[in-house]
Structure formats: C-alpha cells, structure tokens
C-alpha cells in the first residue's frame, strides 16, 4: 500500500517523466507512464488531502498530430480505463449512479460526424480531442453513413468508430494476395489504412455510433442512440443495467468477444441519465461517468538478442530492443522501444533473456517482464554506449538519474540531421515524401538546417538520385510548402515542448515568425516566453533554424 511518501516520490518521478515525454525525449513507455499514473490516481481518490496540485493525473494529455487538423465543434473525450473487476466496482461505487448502459468498445477509429443544417460535411479523428485531422473524403465512401438527416437547423455531431469486419478483412487480403500485394495484419490497421488513403476498400467500412455530442442530448443515453436508429445510424448493442448488474453484464459482453464479425478491446460502462452525466460532470481528461473496462493485452515470450541505441532529430539516446520475431495481433514484431535506460534497469534485461513482450492498443510494442528462471548462463547486460553511435562525439548525461543521455553534436551528427528533416517532410508537417536515402544524400551535399532546403534546386535532387520530373515536382512542392499556415511549420520544427495546439496558439498570438524571433531577440519580451523555447533559440540549432524560416516565412 502506497503511503505519503511513497506518493510524494512517486509524483516526483512522473513529473520528471512528464518532462522528458513531453519535449520529445521518450523516456518512458506508455504502458508504464499510465500504469504509475494509476497508482498515484488511486491514492489521490484515497487521500485527496494529498493530492499534488502539479501532479500529472490533472492535467491533459499530448497533442497528437495530422495533416490536415481541424478544431473539434465539441470535444472528443477519452476514457478512463478499468484493467480488472474490482477497478471496475470502485468506479460504481464512487459515482453512485443507479443506471448504466454497457455497450462494446470498439477496435477502430473513433470519428466525429459534422452535420450542418441536417447534411454531413466533414468527419474528424479524436487527434487531442480538440484538434482532430480532417478524414471527410475517405468516410463519405462509407455507404452506410448517412450522408442527410432529418434534423432541424444548426450543428449535429454524432461521435462513431469506424471498423472493418472480420469477414472483410479476409475478403480484402485474399484480393490483395492476388495483386501480389502486402495484405493487412489485423481489422484496425486495415481500417486506419483504408480510411486515410480513401482506397476503394472504404464501402467495405462500417460504422457504429456512441454518442451525440451536438443536437438533442439532454435526454437518456438509451433514447439518444435510439434516435441516431431512427435518423440511420447503426448505434450497435447495449444493455442498460442497474449499477448491482454492471460486472455481470460487463462480463457477458466480454465473453462474446470471439463470436463476433468485428473486433473489441473492451466494455464501456456510462451513465444512462442525462442528471447523473450534467451532476458528475468531466475530468481533465476524462468524463467523470463513465469508464472503459479494458482487455489485457495480447503478449508473447521471445528471446531478447540484443540492444542497439538509436539518436533523435534533438539527440537524445534511444535504446530499441532486437527479438526473434514472434507474432502479436497478426503482426511480426521484432522490435520494442525500451525509451530509457530506467526501463532497462527496472527489468533487469540482459541480452539472451527470454522476455515478455506486449502489442498495446496504441500498436506498440513494449517489453513489459522477463522470465528470470529461463536466463541462460552466458547471459550479459547491455553495454551503454559513451559516444553517439551515429557521429562520434561524447554523449551527455541529461538526469540526475542517469538514464537520460544527449548527443550535443546537433548540427553535424547524421542521424539528427536526417531524423529532423524526417519530421518536418513528413505527412505530419509538409507532407513532401523524400525517402531515407534521398534525404541522406541531401544531407552529404550540404543540407543541416531546416531553412537549407529550401535553397536547394532541381539539380540537387537529381544528384540525390531523382529523375528530373520529380526533383521538378520536388521543388514546386517546397514552394507551396512555404504558403502553409505557420502552425504547420511551428509544430515540426522540433521546438521541445511544443504540440499542434501549442503552435496553433503561438501562431495565432504572433501572426508571423519574425514577429516571434524580435520578442526572442528583446530581452524585457522574452521573460513572457517558455523557457523551453528561449533554450531552443539560444542554442546554435534553434537560433539559426528560426532566424533561417523567419526570412522565408516572414
């Protein structure tokens, strides 16, 4: 049982964790942030005369990015999540709510459907759930998506999960198979693959609603999805139970879990009147009435054979584990990202371990125990490395802890240099699609900062091996590039700390990056700036990458 000291280390901890998550360091798997979130979330609902006011359980999550982002008409929530029964108990207690609906959680992309004025517009990822990317083309495929609806004037928006079933990812690869082409792993992937590229799979896509966010909602849970029937939406299945009922009907729907055409990771348990949902009302992530009682993870053992250290666009040491490949959800893994060294040391891994590997629902892959009493003799720990694996230079200890290390060497080591402008050309940032090799024979002719590649002309990429159309394609393409808004710039330039939303606010306070490098550059200005980005132009990679984009930017 955790006690106040305990609590107060381990908030510490996470607050240091959070840091280092959130400006792009990776220094701790999901699957653990969230777990020793968890922990501190459950002795704050015990002890909330001890809660931390900076404590990581109350404030939102990252941004998430896409290319095209567009702001949520009404915010897209997550869920809290329950891993096991009484979890699941303590959340019914706590609200003390008389009713609930039970429904599925579906394995897909939850999507929000705008309807103007009775006839549909756009549809929208979660992303953050205020910002979500723009997905209206491959969804208006979607036969079964009503396209009008019976509504009067103003805004409707029904939140549904797009998925693919079963059957029809079997249908789909035994075509692809004879294209000869790569089938997919499993029913989501499918589903994110066809919907974002709008191929002509997208009739096959289904639909199921969960809520109405905009339109008539101060009603039952069950009348609201009941009147999405009636306006032609599927609204899928649901029990509405009294709070005794809940785990037995949790447990029902999770034992159809193999019968069914579509694929599930969990049973959602929500409030069934509209009272109890405005009483409770919403967390800072979370809706304060609801709750996700989730699937464990599929995992698999496999051997451990070695660990190589990756470095990223800022430099920082990645370590990534190399396993015999085995299979989790349909896909060959034979990788995980160990983000730190702390990750390493709390399992103790060495090289030759058998390990037990997990594929999260986020598809990730993550080392999560290893099985001591199968660890051979000639078992050895993994060698940190004192220099970059990529140019050389000696590496420096980022933490007190020293689980964090850093490449300085920012403007000539190689993988740096690539993994930025990986970032910044990519479908997140100016959707230009240079590959590897491409953008490596770049870098070797000169290219190190962001702004440089926008002297280069069609000569250059021909040298890098494109034919002459697509170098002129290339080039015509960096000039557009320089008429996106400066949002998209702002968001991939590799700033620490800054997320889409972030640079949407900075480009809307500053209206142009010159006016933003001048407060930089003004001494009494700049105390009103973040720390994080005040470090970032004062090193020799940030100064000249914002100093290089506010003359072709303005």
């Given at each position: 049982?955790?006690?106040?000291?305990?609590?107060?280390?381990?908030?510490?901890?996470?607050?240091?964790?959070?840091?280092?998550?959130?400006?792009?360091?990776?220094?701790?798997p999901?699957?653990?942030?969230?777990?020793?979130?968890?922990?501190?979330?459950?002795?704050?609902?015990?002890?909330?005369?001890?809660?931390?006011?900076?404590?990581?359980?109350?404030?939102?999550?990252?941004?998430?990015?896409?290319?095209?982002?567009?702001?949520h008409?009404?915010?897209?929530?997550?869920?809290?999540?329950?891993?096991?029964?009484?979890?699941?108990?303590?959340?019914?207690?706590?609200?003390?709510?008389?009713?609930?609906?039970v429904?599925?959680?579906?394995?897909?992309?939850?999507?929000?459907?705008?309807y103007?004025?009775?006839?549909?517009?756009?549809?929208l990822?979660?992303?953050?759930?205020?910002?979500?990317?723009?997905v209206?083309?491959?969804?208006?495929?979607?036969?079964?998506?009503?396209?009008?609806?019976?509504?009067?004037?103003?805004?409707?928006?029904?939140?549904?999960?797009?998925?693919?079933?079963?059957?029809?990812?079997?249908a789909?690869?035994?075509?692809?198979?004879?294209?000869?082409?790569?089938?997919?792993?499993?029913?989501?992937?499918?589903?994110?693959?066809i919907?974002?590229?709008?191929?002509r799979?997208?009739?096959l896509?289904?639909?199921?609603?969960?809520?109405l966010a905009?339109?008539?909602?101060?009603?039952?849970?069950s009348?609201?999805?009941?009147?999405?029937?009636?306006?032609?939406?599927?609204?899928?299945?649901?029990?509405?139970?009294?709070?005794?009922?809940?785990?037995?009907?949790?447990?029902?729907?999770?034992?159809?879990?193999?019968?069914?055409?579509?694929?599930?990771?969990?049973?959602?348990?929500?409030?069934?009147?509209?009272?109890?949902r405005?009483?409770?009302?919403?967390?800072?992530k979370?809706?304060?009435?609801s709750?996700?009682?989730?699937?464990?993870?599929?995992?698999?053992?496999?051997?451990?054979?070695?660990?190589?250290?990756?470095v990223?666009?800022?430099?920082?040491?990645?370590?990534?584990?190399?396993?015999?490949?085995?299979?989790?959800?349909?896909v060959?893994?034979?990788?995980?990202?160990?983000?730190?060294?702390?990750?390493?040391?709390?399992?103790?891994?060495?090289i030759?371990?058998?390990v037990?590997?997990?594929?999260?629902?986020?598809?990730?892959?993550?080392?999560?125990?290893?099985?001591i009493?199968?660890?051979?003799?000639?078992?050895?720990?993994?060698?940190?490395?004192t220099?970059?694996?990529?140019?050389?230079e000696?590496?420096?200890?980022?933490?007190?802890?020293?689980?964090?290390f850093?490449?300085?060497?920012?403007?000539?080591?190689?993988?740096?240099?690539?993994?930025?402008?990986?970032?910044?050309?990519?479908p997140?940032?100016?959707?230009?699609?240079?590959?590897?090799?491409?953008?490596a024979?770049?870098?070797?002719?000169?290219?190190?900062?962001?702004?440089?590649?926008?002297?280069?002309?069609?000569?250059?990429?021909?040298?890098?091996?494109?034919?002459?159309?697509?170098?002129?394609?290339?080039?015509?393409?960096?000039?557009?590039?320089?008429?996106?808004?400066?949002?998209?710039?702002?968001?991939?330039?590799?700033?620490?700390?800054?997320?889409?939303?972030?640079?949407?606010?900075w480009?809307?306070?500053?209206?142009?990056?010159?006016?933003?490098?001048?407060?930089?550059?003004?001494?009494?200005?700049?105390?009103?700036?973040?720390?994080?980005?005040?470090?970032?132009?004062?090193?020799?990679?940030?100064?000249?990458?914002?100093k290089?984009?506010?003359?072709?930017?303005?």
């Amino acid at each position: 049982m955790l006690n106040k000291t305990g609590y107060d280390e381990l908030i510490t901890l996470l607050i240091a964790e959070s840091v280092e998550y959130y400006s792009g360091r990776s220094s701790i798997p999901d699957a653990m942030f969230n777990a020793l979130l968890n922990i501190a979330q459950q002795y704050e609902l015990e002890f909330p005369e001890h809660l931390h006011t900076d404590s990581p359980t109350q404030k939102i999550g990252i941004t998430l990015f896409g290319s095209d982002k567009i702001r949520h008409p009404v915010r897209m929530w997550s869920l809290s999540n329950a891993y096991d029964i009484p979890a699941l108990e303590k959340f019914i207690k706590r609200t003390k709510i008389g009713e609930f609906a039970v429904e599925y959680k579906y394995d897909g992309l939850s999507i929000d459907l705008i309807y103007v004025n009775g006839k549909f517009t756009t549809a929208l990822t979660r992303g953050d759930g205020i910002y979500g990317t723009d997905v209206t083309f491959g969804v208006g495929q979607i036969e079964a998506i009503p396209k009008e609806i019976s509504v009067g004037d103003g805004v409707y928006v029904v939140h549904v999960e797009i998925i693919l079933p079963s059957s029809a990812l079997e249908a789909i690869n035994a075509e692809l198979d004879q294209e000869e082409t790569e089938p997919y792993a499993n029913c989501r992937n499918a589903a994110a693959g066809i919907l974002q590229s709008g191929n002509r799979f997208c009739p096959l896509l289904v639909h199921k609603a969960f809520e109405l966010a905009a339109g008539d909602i101060d009603t039952e849970y069950s009348m609201r999805m009941f009147n999405l029937e009636e306006l032609g939406f599927d609204a899928g299945f649901r029990r509405v139970v009294e709070a005794c009922d809940v785990p037995e009907a949790v447990l029902q729907l999770a034992s159809m879990r193999e019968h069914l055409d579509f694929e599930i990771d969990g049973v959602v348990v929500k409030a069934e009147h509209y009272s109890d949902r405005l009483e409770l009302g919403y967390g800072t992530k979370a809706p304060k009435f609801s709750i996700a009682y989730k699937f464990a993870p599929e995992t698999a053992h496999t051997v451990l054979e070695d660990v190589v250290f990756q470095v990223s666009g800022m430099g920082f040491l990645n370590p990534v584990a190399k396993l015999s490949a085995v299979t989790l959800g349909g896909v060959e893994v034979t990788s995980a990202n160990l983000h730190n060294l702390s990750i390493m040391r709390t399992l103790d891994l060495q090289i030759g371990d058998t390990v037990e590997v997990a594929r999260l629902a986020d598809v990730s892959n993550q080392i999560i125990g290893v099985v001591i009493s199968e660890r051979p003799v000639d078992a050895y720990c993994v060698e940190v490395p004192t220099k970059c694996p990529s140019c050389g230079e000696k590496l420096d200890e980022m933490s007190e802890r020293k689980v964090t290390f850093r490449c300085v060497n920012h403007l000539k080591c190689p993988d740096q240099v690539l993994a930025r402008f990986k970032r910044y050309l990519s479908p997140e940032g100016m959707a230009i699609p240079l590959n590897k090799n491409v953008i490596a024979k770049l870098i070797t002719l000169g290219m190190k900062l962001i702004p440089d590649i926008y002297t280069l002309n069609p000569v250059h990429f021909k040298v890098a091996g494109m034919s002459e159309k697509q170098a002129a394609v290339t080039k015509l393409k960096l000039d557009e590039a320089l008429k996106r808004p400066l949002h998209k710039h702002l968001a991939v330039l590799g700033i620490p700390g800054v997320s889409f939303a972030g640079a949407v606010e900075w480009a809307n306070l500053y209206g142009n990056l010159q006016a933003l490098v001048d407060d930089l550059d003004d001494i009494e200005a700049r105390d009103e700036l973040p720390s994080n980005l005040i470090e970032f132009y004062e090193s020799e990679l940030g100064g000249n990458t914002l100093k290089g984009m506010s003359k072709l930017l303005g």
